[in-house]
């Protein structure tokens, strides 16, 4: 089926969009025509909160209506522009040469993908993302950094994340010893309105403090001073990223077949009503880096009440045989590149359901609005509230109940080892066998049609560690013909944590931990960055548990060989499978 070609904006616009077309997929255009039907696209616009199926008045519809912000982030972003420039310009005269952003989910990705696509502009500094609590990630990015040419970003909506507050104090400490009085002239805090980081950075003397809308959730903040204000800080262009995003937002009230974002919207939620729940998504290289927003974007709205999309963001397309019939997928291209045209037409011979968008680079803005009315779309065609995430405190409670028996007994309580080798230890209360590998080889083997394989990382997210996983991830799909995802802790807690408890029960987690060489102190706490994140790892596999999800850890005795540990005990796995 071919749709016309898309015009996101009003008359006038200068964005345009080549056309989107859906093969093999009446499905989706059967739910378009459903949600125009019954007027979605106008309930929306108009907060209605009874197109998510809930309730006025109820508890669903005060989260709902509260989060509807980003709708009008163009208008409430418009006084904020010049200032941005501004503080990017000023920072660059300074002789800023690195702006560290501290944040978590939403508060971090947007701006990694912006700094991604457009670079940094002649004589504006790097951008250093730091979303962990990894100590040896903190660590190298402290001893780098020269305390008179570094700005800190302080981001987060609720003004309490633990691992963004645990970072600032760590970094305030350092730059106050040295810089003295002026090391608040080194930090930015983006907030609420009324959050205990507002008042931190006020009584601190932070060189700016930027109120986000509080209407705005994380996840949907792309186009708010979330992301905006890192961009600025770059040099990246804040403008077009505003006008384009408003561009296509204008496109997105319109009540046809040529709105992108409902067009979008409706194709992955039928795709998971009809049992195609993973979202596979392939990016042009220019856009390699959209794909982390886009998964914690999609899984975290939608991955609740047993149902959602779990978006398949860095794996490269395979042989049709290597596919199930529980993949849809979403393939972009830009006027600079596009995805393997030769495995897209593999996967569209196969009858496999996908939809391809374009858009251009210096469009980017639009991409972030098209994918969050898309994801508004997709909650109400799954009749669910995409704007709240009932299962990622879960994980948080677990990590806290850690944390203070950390504190009355001086460690945390660790469970029996299931089985180990000189490489690792394995720990799992589902499958209990002789041998690290009979462990592995007997969850694998627990893979049916529909399922997926997590693996979540708390070891530092290095080249040869991801290669590894990824190539174990190519051999599971050759096999098993499941997908995978990857995902690194504690920001995957942020992300698809929410899919993983709160979707369908397909989950296989692969929880991956290490020691740490060294032990840095997080001030005011009475534990380390090592412990913390210990803790948040051992809380998810508590919480995974919780909700009978086969999980299996795997802690490796040498964290500087994971790569070789991991791929080995894999192979040694899959080999003795048979």
């Given at each position: 089926m071919q749709l016309p070609a898309i015009r996101a904006g009003s008359s006038g616009s200068a964005l345009f969009l080549t056309p989107m077309t859906t093969i093999h997929y009446p499905a989706g255009a059967r739910a378009a025509d459903t949600l125009l039907h019954d007027q979605v696209v106008r309930r929306i616009w108009d907060r209605d909160v009874t197109a998510w199926n809930a309730t006025p008045g109820g508890t669903d519809a005060k989260s709902i209506g509260s989060r509807l912000g980003w709708l009008d982030v163009a208008a409430t972003m418009a006084d904020e522009i010049d200032r941005i420039v501004a503080l990017g310009d000023a920072v660059k005269s300074e002789g800023i040469r690195a702006v560290y952003l501290l944040g978590m989910g939403g508060s971090s990705l947007c701006a990694e993908v912006i700094a991604s696509v457009f670079g940094v502009a002649d004589g504006y500094p790097r951008l250093i993302v730091l979303d962990t609590t990894d100590e040896r990630t903190i660590t190298q990015a402290a001893s780098s950094a020269d305390p008179e040419e570094a700005l800190f970003i302080v981001a987060s909506k609720s003004g309490g994340t633990v691992e963004v507050a645990s970072m600032e104090r760590f970094f305030w400490r350092r730059m106050k010893d040295a810089v003295g009085r002026d090391a608040g002239r080194h930090f930015v805090a983006i907030t609420d309105p009324g959050t205990a980081l507002q008042t931190l950075a006020e009584t601190r003397r932070y060189r700016?403090?930027?109120?986000?809308?509080?209407?705005?959730?994380?996840?949907?903040?792309?186009?708010?001073?979330?992301?905006?204000?890192?961009?600025?800080l770059i040099g990246a262009p804040v403008k077009q990223l505003a006008s384009a995003g408003k561009a296509m937002a204008e496109g997105c009230r319109q009540e046809d077949h040529q709105n992108a974002g409902l067009e979008l919207g409706a194709f992955i939620g039928a795709a998971v009503q009809n049992g195609r729940n993973k979202l596979t998504v392939a990016l042009s290289p220019r856009l390699a880096s959209l794909g982390l927003w886009i998964e914690q974007l999609i899984a975290e709205s939608t991955g609740k009440h047993g149902t959602g999309a779990l978006p398949v963001v860095d794996e490269p397309l395979g042989a049709a045989e290597e596919y199930g019939n529980d993949r849809a997928f979403v393939?972009?291209?830009?006027?600079?590149?596009?995805?393997?045209?030769?495995?897209?037409?593999?996967?569209?011979?196969?009858?496999?359901?996908?939809?391809?968008?374009s858009t251009r680079i210096a469009d980017l803005g639009s991409e972030f609005f098209r994918w969050e009315f898309a994801t508004a779309v997709a909650g109400a065609v799954l009749r669910i509230n995409p704007f709240d995430e009932p299962n990622v405190a879960e994980a948080k409670e677990k990590t806290k109940g850690l944390l203070a028996a950390y504190a009355s007994k001086g460690k945390l309580p660790e469970p029996a080892v299931a089985a180990e080798n000189d490489a690792v230890a394995v720990f799992s209360r589902k499958f209990i066998r002789t041998s690290a590998a009979a462990v592995v080889r007997s969850a694998l083997s627990s893979l049916a049609a529909g399922d997926y394989v997590a693996f979540l990382s708390y070891l530092p997210a290095d080249a040869d560690l991801q290669t590894a996983i990824a190539d174990v991830r190519l051999a599971i799909r050759a096999r098993f013909h499941v997908a995978s995802t990857f995902g690194v802790g504690p920001r995957y807690l942020h992300s698809t944590g929410q899919f993983h408890k709160g979707g369908p029960n397909t989950a296989l987690a692969f929880v991956i931990t290490g020691d740490d060489e060294t032990n840095t102190e997080i001030p005011e706490a009475d534990y380390t960055f090592s412990v913390l994140k210990r803790a948040q790892a051992l809380g998810d596999v508590e919480t995974l548990d919780a909700h009978d999800r086969r999980t299996v850890r795997i802690h490796v005795k040498n964290a500087k060989a994971a790569p070789q540990a991991i791929k080995a005990l894999f192979e040694e796995a899959m080999r003795s499978g048979g």
């Open positions: 700016e403090v930027f109120l986000n809308p509080a209407d705005i959730g994380g996840r949907f903040s792309a186009l708010s001073l979330f992301g905006l204000v890192p961009a600025g393939a972009i291209s830009t006027e600079l590149d596009e995805p393997d045209p030769r495995r897209l037409r593999v996967v569209d011979a196969a009858g496999h359901p996908i939809l391809r968008l």
